[in-house]
């Protein structure tokens, strides 16, 4: 018996090393670039980790289903700014937003509430949403979804009473520090691996691999999949949360194409099918990013002085992406986690 009950323990801490392993290794670079790094360092940390929520929720879906979504932004878009009406100050939401409803109006929640809150509501619009496009096939839905993310982009443009139109939501409080994040990106990465390592997330990997397959055994392949819609939105909602906290304003086009290529590209290089893959595609595309931006304003290679450089920054990912795939079409991490 005492066998027994060891053995189960040594495989449930193998089963927890890979998210322990993951959340300490963001948590030591974290520290080190805020112990070491100067104020501006300090907030691209911040952009980062945030973007890593957002791509370990994208993960969360696209890993698990085998089905590349291009319109999951769209729940970013509903999260931030639900997550905008629930924390601008009553008296600038009066001023801004004079039609809105006065229950609206008068709402202030603490922005970790808020942004739990924000996560429930974009959960709950992939809920209204999700469950007729699961039932497409994967093709469908990826296009489908697309078509998803440009409703909530119209809307979001022409609401001009409740958003504001393209002017955006201004007045967001400024909620989202490093640490903040930081928790955050945890929470994520520990519910994207135990929904991976669920049931229902191990029936639909299998339905990834063959889909025929697994009906034939009686997985409901749909059920899946709408679930880990569900779960994928409520973390990128929470993202959207982060994004308008940290930018203090959310407009429609902070969650649109850019936004949604990005984030795609940063899972494509590590490797979708992975959440080691997720973790590592953001820091790695994040880092390029960040240094060809640093250039776009010119350089000097010895005697050679280069002007500047617009757009570096987009087309150093997109050869980045290019590479990847040509080198390692499953990603960096070859679709495997690393433990």
């Not at 939401?93 to 006065?102: H, R, S, V």
């Not at 400024?174 to 691996?193: D, K, Q």
């Not at 009906?215 to 819609?229: K, M, S, Y």
């Not at 280069?306 to 079409?329: I, N």
């Amino acid at each position: 018996m005492a066998t027994w009950a060891w053995a189960g323990g040594g495989a449930a801490g193998r089963a927890l090393a890979l998210p322990a392993a993951l959340i300490l290794g963001v948590a030591a670079v974290a520290t080190a670039v805020t112990a070491f790094g100067g104020p501006g360092l300090s907030e691209e940390l911040t952009t980062a980790l945030v973007f890593l929520v957002i791509v370990v929720g994208l993960y969360t879906f696209v890993g698990t289903s085998g089905i590349v979504s291009f319109g999951h932004m769209a729940f970013m878009g509903v999260g931030g700014y639900s997550f905008a009406l629930m924390t601008v100050p009553p008296h600038l939401k009066g001023l801004l937003l004079p039609e809105l409803p006065a229950a609206l109006r008068l709402l202030s929640v603490q922005p970790v509430v808020a942004a739990v809150v924000a996560g429930l509501v974009a959960a709950g619009f992939a809920a209204v949403v999700g469950w007729p496009l699961m039932r497409l096939s994967p093709l469908a839905a990826a296009i489908a979804l697309f078509a998803v993310l440009n409703i909530v982009f119209v809307v979001a443009t022409q609401a001009y009473g409740i958003t504001r139109g393209q002017e955006g939501m201004t007045g967001v409080p400024a909620s989202t520090s490093e640490w903040t994040a930081l928790g955050w990106a945890a929470v994520a990465i520990a519910a994207a691996y135990a929904f991976q390592t669920s049931r229902v997330g191990l029936r639909l990997r299998c339905a990834r691999e063959d889909e025929l397959a697994a009906q034939a055994i009686g997985i409901g392949v749909v059920l899946e999949r709408f679930v880990a819609l569900l779960v994928s939105a409520f973390i990128i909602g929470v993202g959207g949360a982060l994004f308008a906290g940290l930018l203090q304003v959310v407009s429609p086009g902070a969650f649109y194409i850019d936004m949604t290529f990005t984030t795609i590209a940063m899972l494509v290089v590590g490797g979708m099918r992975s959440l080691s893959g997720a973790v590592l595609g953001t820091a790695l595309v994040f880092a390029v990013q960040e240094v060809l931006r640093s250039l776009e304003n010119g350089f000097d290679v010895g005697p050679l002085s280069v002007t500047s450089l617009p757009g570096l920054d987009l087309l150093g990912v997109a050869a980045l992406g290019l590479l990847v795939l040509m080198a390692r079409p499953s990603g960096v991490t070859g679709g495997r986690e690393l433990l």
